[in-house]
């Protein structure tokens, strides 16, 4: 799945936690089935119990983002990309 936007004007109309579960999917998927696990081998927070609640919040989140706040979600999304050796774009 290659996330990319046809247009700024339909990016800025989607909702920031649905974009953020959008870069989740991508890069969960890019990881592989075992992404928790590499996750938290790669970055200690996520070694931990707030750490691993975290990562289950994200996860729910794709079914309904009611189920994570924007800030978790964003956590977990970075690191997933960082070690999926994802580059995002600077915000301008």
Known sequence: MEVIA??????ALKPIQDRLVDRFI????K????????????DA?????V???????????VS???RASADRLERVVLALEKLAGIQNPPIV
């Open 31 to 42: 990881v592989g089935a075992d992404w928790r696990k590499q996750l938290s081998e790669a």
């Open 26 to 29: 991508y890069a969960r998927d």
């Open 64 to 66: 309904s983002t009611r």
């Open 6 to 11: 046809k247009s700024i004007e339909q990016t």
């Open 45 to 49: 927070f996520f070694n931990t119990k």
């Open 51 to 61: 750490g691993a609640d975290w990562m289950h919040g994200a996860a729910s989140a």
